[in-house]
């Protein structure tokens, strides 16, 4: 898996690329406490590129979520591709998540 950082406005955005599964979910776990020290507390999880997403990669995203919360902060994701949108539904994380269709529509939001 690959992460692109890049900063939009007050946002900090992660687009992942590849798989986020059992052999490399701890990159995501890293790149999430780095930008927590940073005290940065607005991400965008962009996953137009992402492929494929194991329960450890649900899990860690899942962490992310309440670490940011914690700090009062935005954890959002955007761009699932459609089989990723499934993993989602079925896991009940779709309730969970604020997802949206675009990085633009999750930065207006």
């Known amino acids: 898996m690959e ?3 890049k900063k939009a406005d007050s946002f900090v955005i992660l ?4 798989r986020l599964d059992t052999t490399n979910y701890g990159e995501l776990e890293k790149k999430i406490f780095e930008l927590l020290e940073k005290k940065e507390n607005n991400i965008i999880i962009d996953c137009e ?3 494929y997403i ?3 990669g649900l899990r860690i995203l899942l962490m992310g979520l309440k670490k940011f919360k914690a700090n009062k902060g935005k954890f959002v994701l955007c761009d699932l ?7 989602f539904e079925i ?3 779709s309730s969970i998540f604020d997802i949206y269709e675009s990085q633009d529509e999750a930065l207006k939001a």
Do not use: A, P, Y
């Not at 687009?15 to 590849?18: M, T």
């Not at 591709?81 to 993993?87: A, S, W, Y």
């Open 15 to 18: 687009n992942l690329k590849g």
């Open 49 to 51: 590129k992402l492929d």
């Open 91 to 93: 896991s009940g994380f």
């Open 3 to 5: 992460i692109i950082e």
């Open 81 to 87: 591709q459609e089989n990723i949108k499934e993993i």
């Open 54 to 56: 194991s329960s450890s």
